[in-house]
């Protein structure tokens, strides 16, 4: 049986390689802008809800989300 250290050092060892990652192309960077932006105007979208609504339960449902 082999050692627990050793195990978990392969594993992480097949995890983590010394490789360089290679640079992100155009259309990969332009999709991190655009989830970005997506996550920052639904977050406003969702403060701004939460901050003219006079329904509790609308609140409840934002607040938990």
């Known amino acids: 049986m082999p050692n627990i250290l050793e195990s978990i ?3 992480f060892n ?3 390689d010394d490789e ?3 640079p992100l192309n155009i259309i990969e960077v332009s999709y991190s802008w ?3 932006s997506i996550a ?3 977050i406003a ?3 701004g ?3 003219t ?3 509790d339960e609308l609140k409840g449902i934002l607040k938990v989300v």
Do not use: C, M
Request: hydrophobic letters at 25%.
């Open 49 to 51: 809800g939460l901050n």
């Open 34 to 36: 655009l989830y970005y």
């Open 45 to 47: 979208f969702e403060e």
């Open 14 to 16: 097949s995890i983590v």
């Open 53 to 55: 609504t006079r329904d």
């Open 20 to 22: 360089p990652k290679p």
């Open 40 to 42: 920052k105007k639904s």
């Open 9 to 11: 050092q392969h594993a």
